[in-house]
């Protein structure tokens, strides 16, 4: 190669290197909040489990802009940072998908989850129960033909109960109403649909991330730190029950 055209061969790479652009600059204040889920669970579950329940509970928090990332919980390496962290135990055996039973009963009521509530205040530890969901959806599908209902209720139960945890937690509240995400007793009907945020639920999940409420995500993080071990009413303890009732009244949507 002549000296004329590595010249011109070197020239180019020069332009061609101030012309590629190079990765986003993003303003830390723009970025959306993270939210670190712990995941605690007292047998292991599947292969493909977190990354389906991840997959749930972002669908259903994406309008509020979070960033909500599922860990599993391990007591020997160090949790990635988030700006809110929380810890969901996952209570029993959390299959892919329910056995079909085939006709069984259904019970009249469940707890599915709760929240816990220390000296009045809401506190970032949950818990899921997988095995009386398992049995909620196994009874509702004892009511329908369709073999595929069963995957799609059980994972549609699974996104709920998760998503009313995490709003018990997020926004501290334990109040209960007749939204998607925040009602309580859940009925048949409501596993046909994925759950949905309203929109002032959206505003107020947008609300974490302003700098008065920095305390409370301090304080979720130390207290999510303090409560990883099972679930025992401690004194002065409460809390707030996710439950399931039999019937179709599913309420207004």
């Known amino acids: ?36 889920v712990m ?4 047998q292991k579950p599947p292969s493909g489990f977190v990354k389906r329940l991840g997959t749930a509970v972002r ?9 909500v990332r599922l860990e599993v919980f391990d007591n020997n390496l160090r949790p ?20 079909d039973l085939g006709p069984s009963n259904q019970p009249d009521r469940a707890t599915l989850g709760f929240t816990r509530i220390q000296e009045g205040e809401v506190i970032p530890f949950s818990m899921v129960d997988c095995e009386q969901l398992v049995r909620i959806v196994q009874g509702v599908r004892a009511q329908t033909p369709n073999r595929l209902f069963l995957y799609t209720a059980y994972w549609n ?7 009313h945890e995490l709003m018990h937690m997020l926004l501290r509240t334990a109040d209960h109403r007749e939204t998607d995400c925040l009602r309580s007793p859940v009925r048949a009907g409501d596993l046909q649909f994925s759950a949905r945020l309203n929109p002032a639920e959206i505003a107020a999940l947008r609300q974490i991330g302003d700098p008065r409420v920095s305390a409370a995500a301090s304080r979720d993080k ?19 029950f996710s439950t399931f009732v039999a019937g179709d009244d599913s309420g207004p949507r």
């Not at 995941?39 to 007292?42: G, H, I, R, S």
């Not at 990635?80 to 056995?99: D, L, S």
């Not at 139960?157 to 998503?163: D, I, K, P, T, Y």
């Open 80 to 99: 990635k940072e988030y700006n809110r962290a929380v810890v969901v135990e996952m209570r029993g055996a959390c299959p892919m998908v329910p056995p």
């Open 157 to 163: 139960a699974m996104g709920r109960v998760m998503a």
């Open 59 to 67: 669908e259903i928090f994406r309008p509020s802009g979070l960033d």
């Open 222 to 240: 130390a207290e999510a730190k303090g409560n990883t071990g099972p679930s025992r009413r401690g004194r002065g303890e409460q809390f707030v």
């Open 39 to 42: 995941l605690k669970f007292e």
């Open 1 to 36: 190669m002549t000296a004329s055209k590595l010249s011109a061969v070197l020239v180019g790479a020069v332009v061609a290197a101030h012309a590629a652009p190079g990765p986003p600059v993003i303003d830390p204040a723009l970025r959306p909040l993270t939210v670190g």
